[in-house]
Structures are given as structure tokens and as C-alpha cells.
């Protein structure tokens, strides 16, 4: 199996992060090439991959495979005995649905709060479509803890694949300071402890001083 990432910048790429941790939850060994973001050359240097204009990409022998979500399934149906989704079929579809309405919605929170690993600082004035964009997703996070049927300190218990899609709203929350109820700030703590997001923080950090 070979497989080869196209990604953003580390720091400002969320979906490129959300790529990166589905491959470590798959196990998965993959080489990696980074495009700088928002420079003269950055559309012309990923259509030569594809033609969404858009990263991540994963480059496999089954094609190259666009968009996040998709990447994730496509690594699910490589890598069953991984457990990228939780066990039980009621969690498993809570899981789904929950990473399919942050991946289709709350526009608000992702326009306003730009993905950032540097930033620290809120955001003031807080515009009422974004105050209303975090109270749904912490509502959305405490729907998902409510259906979970393993121990452990994530979404869903165990770490999977809803984590990989949640830990850039988690950065937002940390980076633009907003003040949390108990159960999500240990949440947002949960994923910066998470080694394979701390790689990617530290790798993200390090773009800073280049």
C-alpha cells in the first residue's frame, strides 16, 4: 500500500489537518508534500494533482482521493481492524451525522475564526451567527458524548475518526479563547494532548519562524 498526502500549510489548513489524523488513526505509513497556501502558484501546483482546485489529496493505487470525509472512508474500508469509527451502530451513526453536519455547516464559526495554530486572541466583537455557531457545536459535542458506549476521554470514548474532524473546531476554541463549559475545555485539552495532533501542532508552529 503507498499512499502520498498533498496538504496545505500546517498551520492554516484545517481539512488538511483533519486528512493527516485519519491516516495516523488508520495506521497508515504515507509520504507527505506540503503546498504553500494563498501564493501566485498555489491553484496551478494543486491542479496538477486534481481538479478541485482544493487539499487535501491522498494519492492511492485505487486513484487520487479528494475532500476529507472521503479520504476518511476510503481509509476506514482499507484499515477495518483500526476502528476509525466507534464500535457500536447507534455511536457509529451519531458519529457520522455529526461529522457531516460540521463538514456542511456552521459557516459562521469557520469565516469569523480563520484555522490559525498561532493565533491567541478573541474575537471581539463576537457576531451573534458565530455565538450561535459554538453553542450548537457544543451541543452537537454533548449529543455525541451522550450516545457513546466506550470509556475514554473523547467524543465518542476511544479515539476516532469524529476527533480527526472536530480537533480544528477545538483549535478555534482555544486560539480565539473562548470561555467553555468544564466537559468541552477538558475536550479541547483532550485533543491537544492527542500525540498525532501535537506532531501536527509542532510542525504548524515551526511554519511560523521560517
Given at each position: 500500500m503507498s499512499f502520498h498526502l498533498i496538504i496545505g500549510d500546517k498551520l492554516y489548513s484545517s481539512w488538511s489537518l483533519r486528512g493527516a489524523l485519519a491516516l495516523e488513526l488508520a495506521g497508515a505509513s504515507y509520504t507527505e508534500e506540503l503546498i504553500k497556501l494563498n501564493q501566485p502558484d498555489t491553484l496551478q501546483l494543486i491542479l496538477k494533482h486534481s481538479a478541485t482546485g482544493k487539499v487535501p489529496l491522498l494519492k492511492t493505487e485505487h486513484g487520487t482521493i479528494a475532500d476529507s470525509l472521503a479520504i476518511a472512508e476510503y481509509l476506514v474500508e482499507r484499515f477495518p481492524?483500526?476502528?476509525?469509527?466507534?464500535?457500536?451502530?447507534?455511536?457509529?451513526?451519531?458519529?457520522?451525522?455529526?461529522?457531516?453536519?460540521?463538514?456542511?455547516?456552521?459557516?459562521?464559526?469557520?469565516?469569523?475564526?480563520?484555522?490559525?495554530?498561532?493565533?491567541?486572541?478573541?474575537?471581539?466583537?463576537?457576531?451573534?451567527?458565530?455565538?450561535?455557531?459554538?453553542?450548537?457545536?457544543?451541543?452537537?459535542?454533548?449529543?455525541?458524548?451522550?450516545?457513546?458506549?466506550?470509556?475514554?476521554?473523547?467524543?465518542?470514548?476511544?479515539?476516532?475518526?469524529?476527533?480527526?474532524?472536530?480537533?480544528?473546531?477545538?483549535?478555534?476554541?482555544?486560539?480565539?479563547?473562548?470561555?467553555?463549559?468544564?466537559?468541552?475545555?477538558?475536550?479541547?485539552?483532550?485533543?491537544?494532548?492527542?500525540?498525532?495532533?501535537?506532531?501536527?501542532?509542532?510542525?504548524g508552529l515551526e511554519e511560523v519562524v521560517r
Open positions: 481492524e483500526a476502528d476509525m469509527w466507534p464500535r457500536d451502530i447507534a455511536a457509529r451513526a451519531q458519529a457520522r451525522s455529526a461529522c457531516a453536519q460540521m463538514h456542511s455547516g456552521f459557516f459562521a464559526m469557520r469565516g469569523n475564526m480563520p484555522f490559525d495554530l498561532s493565533h491567541d486572541a478573541p474575537l471581539s466583537p463576537m457576531p451573534p451567527a458565530v455565538q450561535a455557531d459554538i453553542e450548537r457545536m457544543l451541543a452537537l459535542w454533548a449529543e455525541c458524548r451522550a450516545a457513546a458506549t466506550e470509556q475514554g476521554p473523547f467524543l465518542f470514548g476511544r479515539v476516532s475518526l469524529a476527533d480527526a474532524f472536530f480537533a480544528p473546531i477545538a483549535v478555534r476554541l482555544r486560539t480565539y479563547q473562548v470561555a467553555l463549559p468544564e466537559a468541552d475545555a477538558a475536550y479541547v485539552e483532550t485533543i491537544y494532548q492527542w500525540p498525532a495532533f501535537k506532531a501536527w501542532q509542532k510542525a
